[in-house]
C-alpha cells in the first residue's frame, strides 16, 4: 500500500515569514494530495489539493508544489499569520482509489509573534 | 462545515462492551469514511463504503465492522471493544469518489477502560 513521509513534524516561524512542509509518498499510481488543517480540537479541513496532472497550484498566501518524478509535493504558506497556527497534514490518494487517502503524521505550525 | 454529523461525540466505555458509533450526512454524498486519529500516527483509514451496503476495508479494519443501510447513515460498530482502540473517530464524506474532497465530521472521542 502507499506510504506517506512528512517533515518536519514540528516547525516554529517568524509571523511574517514563510512556512515551508515536506511530504513524500511511495506509490507512483498515486494522482491525488490533498492538504488538511487541523486547529486543536477540531476536525481536518482541506485547504488546497493538486492533482499529477498539475505541478503547481496557487491559493492566495498558500501555494502546493508536486514533483512527480521524485515522488514529493510540498505545503508553502508565504506572509505567515498568528491564525496559520495548527497542525497540517498531507495525503495521497492511489490510483484506484481502493485503499482511500493515506495520511502523513502531520506538523505543527507555531507561528511566533 | 458540511451537513457532517457524529453521535455520541463522547463516550466512555468498559473493555469487551460494544459501541456503536454513528455517521449522518444530509449532503446526498456517495462514499462516507471511517478514520481514527491517534498521537504520532495522523489519519488512518478504517472502512469505507462507496455506496448503500457496499462497504470495504481500510488500513486498520481489525476489530471493526461497519454498515450502510441508507444513503445518509455509516455506522462503525466495535464488537468487543478493547483499549488500543480508545482514539477520536472521524467521519469523512465524498461526492462520487475518493478524490474528490473529502469533508470531516466533528469526531467521536471514545474512551476503552
Known amino acids: 500500500g502507499e506510504n506517506v513521509e512528512q517533515h518536519p513534524s514540528t516547525l516554529s516561524v517568524q509571523e511574517g515569514d514563510s512556512a515551508v512542509i515536506k511530504c513524500t509518498y511511495s506509490d507512483s499510481a498515486s494522482n491525488y494530495f490533498p492538504w488538511y488543517k487541523q486547529e486543536l480540537g477540531k476536525r481536518p479541513q482541506l485547504i488546497i489539493d493538486?492533482?499529477?496532472?498539475?505541478g503547481e497550484k496557487k491559493d492566495q498566501r498558500i501555494a502546493v508544489t508536486l514533483n512527480k518524478t521524485a515522488k514529493h509535493f510540498s505545503l508553502h504558506i508565504t506572509e505567515t499569520q498568528p491564525e496559520d497556527s495548527a497542525v497540517y497534514f498531507c495525503?495521497?490518494?492511489?490510483?484506484?482509489?481502493?485503499?482511500?487517502?493515506?495520511f502523513g503524521k502531520g506538523t505543527h505550525l507555531i507561528i511566533q509573534p | 462545515d458540511a451537513g457532517i454529523t457524529q453521535s455520541p461525540r463522547h463516550k466512555v466505555t468498559e473493555t469487551g462492551t460494544p459501541v456503536t458509533l454513528r455517521c449522518h450526512q444530509t449532503?446526498?454524498?456517495?462514499?462516507m469514511y471511517w478514520y481514527r486519529q491517534d498521537p504520532g500516527h495522523g489519519l488512518r483509514l478504517i472502512h469505507y463504503s462507496y455506496g448503500v451496503k457496499d462497504t470495504d476495508k481500510g488500513e486498520v479494519s481489525d476489530g471493526y465492522s461497519v454498515s450502510r443501510s441508507k444513503t445518509e447513515d455509516f455506522l462503525l460498530t466495535l464488537e468487543s471493544a478493547t483499549s488500543s482502540q480508545t482514539s477520536v473517530y472521524f467521519c469523512?464524506?465524498?461526492?462520487?469518489?475518493?478524490?474528490?474532497?473529502?469533508?470531516f465530521g466533528p469526531g467521536t472521542r471514545l474512551t476503552v477502560l
Open positions: 493538486i492533482r499529477s496532472n498539475v
Open positions: 495525503a495521497a490518494l492511489t490510483g484506484g482509489g481502493a485503499d482511500g487517502l493515506t
Open positions: 449532503e446526498n454524498h456517495r462514499y
Open positions: 469523512a464524506i465524498s461526492r462520487d469518489s475518493p478524490a474528490d474532497t473529502q469533508y
